[in-house]
């Protein structure tokens, strides 16, 4: 199959109509999407992505009432989130309608959905009146895409279609959060701060740590994670001494770094901005994971805002 590279959104809807794939530009990450109603379509997703099944997708769509289409009922804190964070790099879990087929959610009663901030997807889920079943658009395990040519690289000849809206603007997935319960629960720290949250709904928990749980799946423990070792230390020099080969690839956060074994240096942001570190994250580790150095030192980020999820990344891409 030869697989189309534009920005056509007409082009796209026709493929999804008919049960096809397309590759989505989303702020966050670019998305994997199928007809999420379609049983064909959501198998294929597994399929091309490698991706077991105990594992659920989120769905994607343009507005709230849609929304209510497909779920039973709206936690009151999850409302007060949809108001005033979407459209987001927010994911919010909530008990779907038989509708919705089993396969999407792995069996479980609640669905994850998101109502995806970009202009070329928000258009195209306008025209559509099912929701797009859409994982982010890498082989299972590997670094998430942030371009059409990522995933070009990734999926080409696997997909009819990749509709291209750019470099993602975030950079890392979406926050998803649980608000079931009295106390909200954060499933995975993403684009949209725990800070934020909490100024909106009070109080959270954070549990972003089962390994092999499908309750709370998808939340491996490896994950992201390029072929190459990534070790990440608190002391980058100190690090490269510890090593035989003269070709390691560096990601670090501010500084450039200086020693004679190092074969690619990166910064994630020289301005120290955890947004720009955010955006330029699985870029670069592409691009080194892809050089011919050895290894990948990395250091963490300030552990705040954006800087958890990018520190989350970090930790399970470091995991192979
Ligand atoms: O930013 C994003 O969220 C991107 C873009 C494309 O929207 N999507 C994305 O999808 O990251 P994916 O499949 O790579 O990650 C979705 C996560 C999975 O880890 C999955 O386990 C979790 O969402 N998830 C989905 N449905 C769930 C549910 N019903 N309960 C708990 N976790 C769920
Ligand atoms: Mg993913």
Not at 5 to 10: G, S
Not at 74 to 80: S, V
Not at 144 to 165: C, F, R, W
């Amino acid at each position: 199959m030869k697989t189309l590279i534009n920005t056509d959104i007409k082009v796209a809807e026709t493929f999804l109509r008919a049960g096809k794939l397309v590759a989505i530009p989303t702020e966050t990450v670019y998305g994997l999407a199928g007809n999420a109603m379609d049983e064909n379509a959501v198998t294929e997703i597994f399929r091309v992505k490698n991706r077991p099944t105990f594992d659920p997708l989120i769905i994607h769509t343009d507005n709230l009432e849609k929304v209510q289409k497909w779920i039973t009922f709206f936690p009151e804190k999850a409302m007060l989130l949809a108001q005033h964070l979407w459209a987001g790099a927010l994911t919010l879990i909530l008990p779907k309608k038989n509708s919705i087929p089993d396969l999407v959610t792995s069996g479980l009663p609640k669905v994850a959905v998101r109502i995806p901030n970009h202009p070329v997807t928000l258009k195209l889920l306008e025209n559509l009146d099912f929701p797009l079943a859409a994982p982010s658009a890498n082989p299972f395990g590997y670094i998430s895409p942030t371009s059409a040519y990522h995933v070009e690289n990734q999926l080409k000849n696997k997909i009819p279609m990749i509709l291209d809206g750019g470099n993602c603007q975030v950079g890392v997935e979406s926050t998803i959060i649980d608000c079931s319960e009295e106390t909200p629960i954060i499933l995975r720290k993403g684009g949209i701060e725990i800070e934020t949250i909490e100024n909106l709904i009070g109080k959270v928990k954070i549990q972003t740590h089962s390994s092999s749980n499908p309750s709370a799946p998808g939340m491996l423990k490896s994950h992201y994670a390029p072929r190459k070792p990534l070790i990440i230390t608190s002391n980058i020099l100190e690090k490269i001494q510890e090593f035989t080969t003269s070709k390691v690839a560096v990601l670090s956060f501010q500084r450039t770094i200086q020693h004679s074994s190092i074969y690619e240096n990166l910064v994630l942001s020289s301005k120290g901005d955890l947004k720009e570190s955010a955006r330029n994250l699985f870029a670069f580790l592409r691009q080194l994971d892809n050089s011919d150095a050895d290894v990948i030192v990395t250091e963490f980020v300030p552990e705040r805002s954006l800087g958890r999820a990018i520190n989350d990344r970090l930790r399970r891409a470091s995991q192979n």
